[in-house]
């Protein structure tokens, strides 16, 4: 159930614990802050609003989502409260207004979709929620900080693009769709609530692609294919990433720092395409650009995976922002590089020769060669094997697959002797 809301200021307030014009005055002598926290459904969320609430200069974190956590997020949340609101609904002014909202961290912005049936919804619940809350936030007498996530996908994928993106550098390629043209349209109307209301300091992390064990975004499911992870022909671009919990950790900072506008926010180092997909285990698959559509189609039909054509494109440029703000003006500096976040990735991921592979694939050959698979288990030599009483013994076979560490050798039948002819 949704914890209810506390009154954020009791004394002298109205009776439906709203808070007086007097009392609004007076929050600036408040020892901590109040701080509201957008989609705690989800990792960032729910880390975050943990975070914040164990931080002892907050006095009160307010988690909003538009359906209930689950248990996993729920304990990461920790003592933040929840409460269920869609941010597209109106009623999140109230929800500011009620609980003296003065940080706003609208941390499921850009935030990509869980799979492409649910585009529909991620769209509209990046732009118009975002322009919801910005709405609200506007109205509100309380708000004095807001931190926007977004993504580097604003900076497009076009290969004219310059080697280094810094936070002034425009899009040579402006993105058309998708989640980058969800971002590009949430950074514009954060400009118009800029120009609106300037006593508001708004910060705008422009994250690299989020990487980890715990969140599964497109990029990880595609890194996750097995055996084989198709990649543009001829094209081997550098891809730089930053992992979930340094994500964490900077939207904390930003969210009780004072450094406003856009912050390029990524992992020191690159990676390319290619030794992601080597560091992750699997086999590389060059295919023209022109066959990806087909090849996903493919692999969804025979069900062994998918992927999304529109990302491998995007990655057959790459992008690569500069850090330099981030690390001088913000002070953050992030405890994963590209390359170990990456790592951390790959570990969870599934071998990509299990042992129930290599038995099966043993059982396919068998079947090829029309020989009989080895046993999965074989007995030392000098072990007897004994059998229990009364059990009947099968018939010796003659022709085995035996599996030996190095090769498999296939003992053929014995041939019948046949006399000489004489003539």
Avoid: W
């Avoid at 209810?4 to 009392?23: F, I």
């Avoid at 950790?249 to 969210?255: M, P, S, W």
């Avoid at 060669?369 to 076979?397: C, H, Q, S």
């Amino acid at each position: 159930m949704p914890l209810p809301l506390r009154p954020a200021y009791s004394a002298g307030g109205g009776s439906d614990g709203t808070a007086t014009g007097n009392q609004r005055e007076g929050r600036g002598q408040m020892a901590g802050r109040v701080v509201l926290v957008t989609g705690v459904t989800r990792y960032i969320g729910s880390e975050l609003a943990g975070r914040l609430a164990r931080d002892p200069g907050v006095d009160r974190v307010v988690g909003v989502d538009a359906a209930l956590p689950e248990p996993a997020a729920r304990s990461r949340m920790g003592d933040a409260e929840f409460v269920r609101v869609d941010i597209r609904n109106p009623l999140i002014s109230r929800v500011l207004e009620t609980a003296g909202v003065d940080t706003v961290v609208h941390a499921s912005a850009s935030a990509p979709a869980p799979s492409s049936a649910a585009r529909a919804l991620a769209k509209e619940m990046n732009v118009l929620g975002t322009m919801q809350l910005l709405a609200a936030c506007q109205r509100s007498d309380t708000v004095r900080s807001l931190v926007v996530r977004s993504t580097s996908l604003v900076y497009g994928s076009s290969p004219r693009d310059p080697a280094v993106f810094t936070e002034d550098t425009p899009a040579r390629s402006v993105p058309s769709s998708g989640p980058g043209r969800d971002a590009v349209d949430i950074e514009a109307y954060v400009r118009g609530f800029s120009r609106r209301r300037p006593d508001v300091r708004v910060a705008l992390p422009r994250f690299a692609d989020l990487i980890g064990p715990t969140i599964r975004t497109p990029l990880a499911r595609y890194f996750a294919l097995t055996p084989v992870v198709p990649l543009v022909l001829g094209r081997n671009a550098r891809l730089q990433l930053i992992h979930e919990s340094d994500a964490v950790a900077l939207l904390h900072t930003l969210a009780l720092g004072d450094v406003a506008g856009p912050i390029n926010a990524a992992g020191d180092g690159v990676l390319t395409v290619s030794q992601a997909i080597h560091r992750a285990g699997r086999v590389p698959l060059p295919v023209p650009g022109a066959g990806l559509g087909v090849l996903s189609r493919a692999m969804q039909q025979l069900r062994i995976g998918g992927f999304s054509p529109a990302l491998v494109s995007q990655l057959a440029t790459g992008r690569v922002m500069d850090t330099t703000r981030m690390t001088r003006d913000v002070g953050f500096v992030p405890r994963f590089t590209t390359e170990s976040a990456f790592d951390d990735f790959a570990a969870a991921l599934p071998p990509l020769l299990t042992p129930d592979l290599i038995r099966q694939a043993e059982r396919t050959v068998a079947r090829t060669l029309r020989v009989d698979p080895a046993p999965a288990t074989i007995a030392p030599d000098d072990e007897p094997v004994v059998e229990p009483v009364g059990a009947t013994v099968p018939a010796p076979v003659t022709r085995h697959l035996v599996s030996v560490p190095d090769a498999a050798v296939v003992t053929p039948l014995a041939r019948p002797h046949r006399p000489r002819r004489t003539r």
